[in-house]
DNA sequence: TTGTAGGCGTTATCAA
DNA sequence: TTGATAACGCCTACAA
């Protein structure tokens, strides 16, 4: 191990250059002359120069760098948000830092703190399922940088959000079970501090109120929709007189209800129907294939990232909600 | 917006303690009294303060991070691995930067230079499909830094690798399928440029040779691996002939190729049998579901970080080759 | 236990 | 077009 660090004086030193003038000619500035300014970018290769982030930023005050955190990045919909997001940072010549909060609300608030002490330069998140206060966000914003949520909407008076219009999706959602001629839909929803879960049960409840079915707050089954919810879900969906649908807040739930549904001898959709949320790739593939809502991901990282370099740019924290349209894709647990 | 960055001169100031105090007192140096230690921390935290990690970084020369190179955040195995990783590096004080490759060579490049440029102390890295050469290594290794390669073996001469023992396992997933009775058994292979997919070849092509069947280059199909390549492998596989069988170098390719093989008649496992690699979620989940090989996902990831860290503190790049056990998950594909 | 002073590697300002 | 110098915020001998 050789264990050099070359910086622009090692540089200066070799070529009798002064350093300021190795600095200018690695960051392409047009008052170098071309024979300098090739000669050192040949010495800076051949001596294995890597610039030094750290005291570049320390220096600019500018990290070029944005911070992203996601629940989780195995999931489907947030990998695909995380590649909008990269491809149009990338092209806007920022780094881009990803970190999972794993839904812990402690886990995002220290991950705001190390984003913030590595000063990038604006933060995208969706928030953890337990977050309900907010004032590691306000520390990070009054240090003068952006925060902008996507997905699960939060602060929309102060911040701008990027989400998809869940109230609407879910109505559609629901509506279409009712079109199916099922009267008994319950509905798996999720942790109601999250708006996004408060708008997919309010859309559920508004279809059926537009179709005069009876609303029962028993047929409403709280959890945090993970792959063990479904099934003790299932379990006390079996208890409940006469349903004939389900329409749940996600895909995973969803799925693993129909999977120990099935070992029970229920028949999907004959015996009970089913509607997720979110599109997994996994919804596709199933038997019976699972009739689901598909969000825009990969434009939602996009729409984000422009929206918040902008803000980056202007130097100012706006509020600006930008609503993306989801679409129901119509499979067989619901035929 | 407030766009006040608070340092610890700012403390100082208002203090009227030196920043050199206030500095130990934030790093919970035992050189402070308990008292002012107390003072300052409530203060730092009343002004909003929040270290600049990148002003410390570049004076200790230290940055406490890990950087991570993965082809694919999406893909299951890899988040898991990373679920390893963050938990031990987190456990041991340090964060964690997770970067994709998307197996592109040119990005993988790039990202090993950002890496360097902000000095983390070592890098955990998955190569990309693409990638045969290793220039870009040497020149942060020559930084004196470590880099450890996971999952697909790279430069076992030099580097630590943490791996899973892909010619056994292919070894047995094949003799797996010609103990079920088949004989005329396809590999849907992977880029040979990386040792993983030479290996899996491998096992195949010994447990072949240990029943007496016949080796047939053109059974040998090789592919990214894609969905996409599932499909098409699926067309040339139907104009040999009388395949029964096929050991897929991953699920992606095995699970499209079966969607695709249903759809035109062909009965699995009974037509065709199939054992896949990888053991992503879905494969439990399709019908049938997918016999495949389970490899010890988070555990690499926290054995490859453990020798990583033991680099870094040791200072020091040694070669030693860790190999994990993966296991035969028998499912209905291949009944 | 606290203060003083210098430097990590870079870039911006000013001068030549 | 190039060079000299100071400063970004922090940490750490060393001194008090």
Do not use: W
Request: glycine letters at 4%; one cysteine or more.
């Amino acid at each position: 191990m050789k264990n050099k660090k070359i910086t622009i004086h090692d540089i200066s030193k070799h070529l009798g250059i002064d350093s300021s003038t190795v600095s200018r000619a690695l960051n392409n500035s047009e008052r170098v002359s071309k024979k300098t300014k090739a000669l050192i970018l040949k010495t800076a290769t051949e001596m294995g120069y890597q610039r030094n982030s750290l005291a570049s930023k320390l220096r600019t005050n500018k990290s070029n760098t944005i911070g992203v955190v996601v629940p989780r990045i195995s999931r489907h919909f947030f990998s695909s948000v995380i590649a909008g997001i990269e491809e149009t940072a990338y092209d806007a010549g920022y780094d881009v830092m990803i970190c999972q909060s794993l839904e812990s609300f402690e886990r995002e608030k220290k991950l705001i703190g190390t984003l913030h002490s590595n000063r990038v330069d604006g933060i995208l998140i969706s928030i953890s399922m337990e977050t309900n206060h907010y004032d590691h966000f306000d520390v990070y914003e009054n240090h003068g940088s952006p925060i902008l949520f996507f997905d699960r909407p939060c602060r929309l008076d102060k911040n701008t959000n990027v989400i998809i219009d869940d109230f609407k999706a879910s109505f559609e959602a629901t509506e279409h079970l009712i079109k199916a001629g099922k009267k008994h839909i319950v509905h798996l929803s999720g942790p109601q501090n999250l708006d996004l879960y408060k708008n997919r049960r309010g859309g559920y409840v508004s279809a059926l109120k537009k179709h005069k079915l009876k609303i029962d707050e028993s047929y409403i089954l709280e959890s945090q929709l993970m792959k063990e919810d479904g099934v003790s879900l299932s379990k006390k969906l079996l208890a409940l007189p006469m349903v004939d649908a389900v329409f749940s807040a996600n895909d995973t739930a969803a799925i693993s209800a129909i999977q120990f549904l099935k070992e029970k001898g229920v028949r999907v959709p004959q015996d009970i129907a089913f509607v997720g949320f979110s599109n997994e790739p996994v919804s596709a593939v199933i038997d019976p294939s699972l009739t689901t809502v598909s969000q825009p991901d990969f434009e939602m990282g996009k729409v984000a990232t422009t929206l918040l370099l902008k803000q980056i740019k202007d130097k100012s924290i706006i509020n600006e909600t930008r609503v993306l349209k989801p679409k129901l894709i119509v499979r067989d647990s619901s035929k």
